[in-house]
């Protein structure tokens, strides 16, 4: 049933906020956005991990998607327990305890025009 | 067989109709697609809800896709039951009686050259 | 085994050749590719369909990938039976009598910059 | 369970490191990216062969990803047993150990703005 569509364990092995921005509009900020859909009946309690090159993991950071509703999760907002650093790869994982479907965005405008990409992440 | 390949159910977690264009060709307006392929032999009839941040889903949009044709629906075309407001975070499920394959476009073109992402959405 | 990942039934739902580019460069004008790689250790033969909004499906376009080889086909380069229309969506299928990995990107230089997008293409 | 999300078997079939680019920093020079995600509690090690259209593939190329680490490997990096050849197609296989994700990124700035794409490989 399309209610419960999704699955409860997502990667992404790209993460990187690009270190600046061309452009005052903060939509235009270079960002990158975990997108989770919930189209089932039950809140979803959402953990995501971060995982980098040089050093142990950061997280669980929490957050919460009601019933039948989406969240674009802007990276650059994560502040607890740590921001995420620019200009430094990652990668993340992103356990639910309810079905959901995640989907990966890069806005880069460090040049003067934007440049976009996405794909639906992985799910194990 | 290919005449069947696909799935009946679909989500795409990533929405979002830039809220501005550079340029005067309507194929390149900002803009987001849902492309279906029908490679089957009968008429595919979907069903199609968006989901929000902080409201109730909207639809079910009604389309079909004739046997052995593909749809590409641009989300700014979609008006009954109601528009797709632009530069709102949103979501989609995509249901069809029979199996279709889904793909999600968006281009961008806020800034004065367009920006493209494209991904294969999730089958569930 | 890696020699034989892949699989036989592809489609790519999303199709567009842009109707011009920006720039001379042969590799810079605007066009899509099928990527294919064959890394098992028979040839692959490929089928191709290409399918449209409001005509019947082109083909079988014929195309061949040797063992342990990829094969990134433009689609603007397929002539027989017919070419490709620009400026027209259409969506493909893509079959091979031994498993064989797809990849769908366009590239669209209408404007100043060139924009890209891809996916892994869905294999049913 | 998260920290054994993947699979040990991965496929790009798109890959071209564009012959030029434009703008002095490294993070802007035209690249592609095999992003890799070991969120297990074993060290990944992995073997990637590059395959090409006219030639036997390249490889196997050695990399080591610890536990709980991700690493964006550049494939212009990449130079034992070869470097990887500018403007000339070619995919990839990933075999790792323990289970990975894997996802491929391209940074195109050819021209005056940089484009990018980005799909989670194939996993068979």
New interface residues.
Partial sequence: ??NS???R?W??????LP?WST?EDP??QSHE?C???N?GDAPANLAI?L????R??AGPYRARVEP?????LRFDALTDPEPVPR?T???S?I?SDV??????????????????????????
Same sequence: chains 1, 2, 3, 4.
Avoid at 101 to 123: E, F, G, K
């Fill in positions: 049933m399309a569509i999704g699955s364990h990667a992404i092995a790209e993460g990187y270190g452009g939509a235009l956005t997108c989770v859909l189209a991990t995982y980098f090159e040089d142990d993991p039948r509703r989406t969240l674009h200009a790869p990652y990668a994982t356990e079905p959901i479907v995640v989907q990966h965005t890069r806005l880069d405008s460090r040049q003067a025009a934007n440049a976009l990409m996405t794909t639906i992440a992985y799910s194990g």
